[in-house]
């Protein structure tokens, strides 16, 4: 299967710091395209009043909080938050503080990301994670394959350190804010092995992160080719999603008929 990547390695370099240090406060100046600034205004009440006055709540709410001692405060950064909670000042700020947390609780997962790091180069130049040219309904699609994954070399860390560097490098990007993202998941390739990664501990902790930390729209996750192996663990982990993420699953028996559900053209 070819994979149409949207970035290469190069923008990936530089997120190792995420959240934790780097930009600061700076004049917003917005580039968006008609389509999604009006998209931004019906769904998520964002209008140039409503953003100006939401950045600046969010920076004082990081400067009075006795335990950030160092978070981003640039634009691009709080809007991650705040168009995902659709400019909930309150929950965006308390999205921003879990994000900042789980990053000491789990430093495994979301620290020390390089995308030049031996382990992690291999597994994204294998294409076990890409963002395809074509979007979905304006969405950036993200295409995972779980055959490009090789569980006898490296660990269900490395998995989640993959997934953490390559949305990190996509979600400063206000398209992808606004509109949000489709996930594709080849199970094909899935085995046994790949479930002796998983401890249903870092099941139900992975779950919980990417639910209630992650400043990203998730719009629908499609699985298709799934393997008796497989079936088990994504029925297990669907079950701890809320209910709004479990409504956004689909599962299909075949590529035609995933074919049926989303643009013919991912993946090509």
Known sequence: MVIKCLICKAPFKQVEKMGLGGQQAEEYISQLPEEERKKALDELREDDNIREQSLEQMREWINKH???????TDAPFLLRFLRTKKFSVPQACEML????????????????LDCEEKDL???????????????????????????????????????????????????????????????????????????SLWSLTDVRNIIRCIQNTTPMRHKANHF???????????EFAVSLLNEKLRNRIFMYKSLEEMHNKIDKKNPT
Not at 66 to 72: E, F, S, T, V
């Open 66 to 72: 006795p335990n950030i001692k160092k978070c981003r």
């Open 97 to 112: 503080e879990r994000y900042l947390t789980i990053r000491q609780l789990y430093p495994q997962w979301f620290r020390n």
């Open 121 to 195: 180069a291999e597994i994204l130049d294998a294409g076990y994670l890409v963002p395809l040219l074509e979007r979905e309904n304006g969405r950036l699609v993200l295409f995972s394959c779980a055959g490009k994954f090789d569980p006898h070399k490296y660990t269900s860390a490395h998995m989640v350190k993959v997934h953490s560097l390559v949305t990190e490098a996509l979600m400063d990007d206000e398209i992808n804010q606004i509109n949000g993202y489709t996930y594709i998941n080849d199970e094909s390739g899935f085995q046994m092995a790949h479930i």
């Open 224 to 234: 298709l080719n799934i393997s008796s192996s497989a079936i088990k663990l994504i």
